[in-house]
């Protein structure tokens, strides 16, 4: 269990380190070489440390349930406890340093890596009561149900952490393919958007709206018409200046982009 922890613990800093030096190179403006931004790099790199957890718990996993198989395996509880109580104090430090930066950033990237290390703060906490519990079952005379303690613990932390690597997988690559944005964002879009059409009596419209990374990406098509009274450039520009004042309450960088047409097929 210690070693579990122990590399789950390096294993995370390294891919915090290297979170650190992308989230960096996403902040560089650079529009002459990257003109559309370098957001699609954040739910990339995302995908990257999930599969190198999902991969180290999976091993981690197979190699405690030989370790069952073969019966266990004893553990000096003085060491370990020492290791557990200094590791629970340093992991949760560390998530409430990232998860107040994921706060200030906005970025996906520092908000998985504060994820990341909730969930090793919860390892070390385990591992300490895990090892209590050992020292429990030693004392009271159980010393052969003591041993399965330690690869018990392992399987039972492996099987719980599998679950966020599978979901940051999936979510990312929600994003990389440009899924629609949720519910909540959809929903606040398509009534401003049904709201502008009502004033402007214009003939339709078509939405479309994805997050990738901290970046929403939006995009409007307005079909006009000639009862329509849109009728000049600046009265354009008034719908687009209302769209962009009416959702600034999203917590996230715009990409927004605003047509007109008569002419649908230019929409679809």
């Known amino acids: 269990m210690i070693s579990f922890d122990g590399l789950y613990s390096l294993i995370s800093l390294g891919l915090a380190l290297f979170a ?134 392992v399987i039972l932390s492996s099987s719980i952490f599998l679950r966020m690597p599978i979901t940051s997988i999936i979510e990312s690559f929600k994003e990389l393919i440009y899924s629609s944005a949720n519910d909540e964002i959809n929903y606040d879009i398509n009534n401003l958007v049904k709201e502008i059409e009502e004033e402007y009596k214009l003939e339709d419209s078509i939405a479309r709206v994805a997050k990738v990374g901290r970046e929403l990406r939006i995009e409007i098509d307005f079909i006009v018409s ?12 008034k719908v687009r200046e209302f769209i962009d004042k009416n959702t600034n309450h999203f917590d996230l ?8 047409t008569k002419n649908k097929k230019w929409a679809i």
Request: glycine share 6%.
């Open 253 to 260: 960088k715009k990409w927004l982009n605003i047509s007109f």
């Open 20 to 153: 650190i030096i992308t989230t960096n190179f996403i902040n560089k403006k650079d529009f002459k070489n990257y003109p559309f931004g370098k957001y699609n790099l954040e739910p990339i790199i995302v995908i990257i440390k999930s599969i190198v957890l999902l991969i180290m718990c999976s091993i981690t996993m197979v190699s405690a349930i030989k370790q069952v198989l073969n019966g266990g395996n004893s553990v000096e509880e003085g060491f370990a406890l020492s290791y557990a109580l200094i590791s629970s104090i340093g992991c949760t430090w560390i998530y409430l340093y990232m998860k107040r930066s994921s706060k200030n950033l906005n970025s996906e990237i520092v908000k998985a890596e504060s994820n990341q290390w909730l969930m090793d703060s919860m390892l070390s906490v385990g591992v300490l009561i895990g090892f209590l519990i050992s020292m429990l079952f030693k004392y009271i005379g159980f010393n052969n149900l003591s041993k399965y303690v330690d690869p018990g613990m």
């Open 226 to 237: 000639n009862d329509s009274k849109i009728k000049s450039v600046d009265d354009m520009d």
